[in-house]
């Protein structure tokens, strides 16, 4: 039984995460980027992207310090700049992707080259 389901046992379940994260019955905005809504650990607990319980991913631990050291690097590293006026298009494709590609320019910050000329 689950959720008042009689679910046969072996049976595979789809959970739909995409949904439940933009629900409005459990997010405020759920469309709007706030990133300050996880501020303190704040709603933390409603996302599921590393699933949950028992069989949630081990990874995650190691995923939150790379994704973070990654988007740190290159915010750190790189100036980034639009190369067009058009506002950014947060319509989605299948799986996830933007329907129209981001395309920026990127050129690197003076401590780019000041940390790879220590190395030669
Ligand atoms: C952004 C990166 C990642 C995301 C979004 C992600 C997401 C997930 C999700 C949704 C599950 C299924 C949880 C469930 O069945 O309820 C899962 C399972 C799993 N993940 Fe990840 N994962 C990520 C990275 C990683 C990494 C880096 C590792 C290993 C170093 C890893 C190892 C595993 C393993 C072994 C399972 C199976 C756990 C089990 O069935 O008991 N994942 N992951």
Redesign the pocket.
């Known amino acids: 039984m689950l959720a008042g389901y009689d679910v046969p046992r072996g049976t595979m379940l789809l959970v739909n995460v995409w949904a439940m994260h933009r629900d409005p019955s459990i997010w405020e905005d759920p469309e709007i980027f706030k990133p300050e809504r996880f501020e303190n650990g704040k709603e933390t607990q409603k996302v599921l ?5 028992r ?6 631990g ?2 939150h310090r790379l ?1 973070s050291l990654a988007l740190g690097s290159l915010i750190q590293c790189f100036e980034w700049e639009r190369i067009g006026e058009e506002c950014v298009d947060n319509i989605e494709a299948p799986m996830m992707r933007p329907a129209t590609p981001l395309v920026a320019m990127c050129k690197a910050r003076p401590i780019v080259h000041e940390t790879l000329n220590a190395f030669v």
Do not use: E, K, T, W
């Open positions: 992207s590393f699933g949950i319980g069989r949630a991913c081990p990874g995650a190691l995923s994704v």
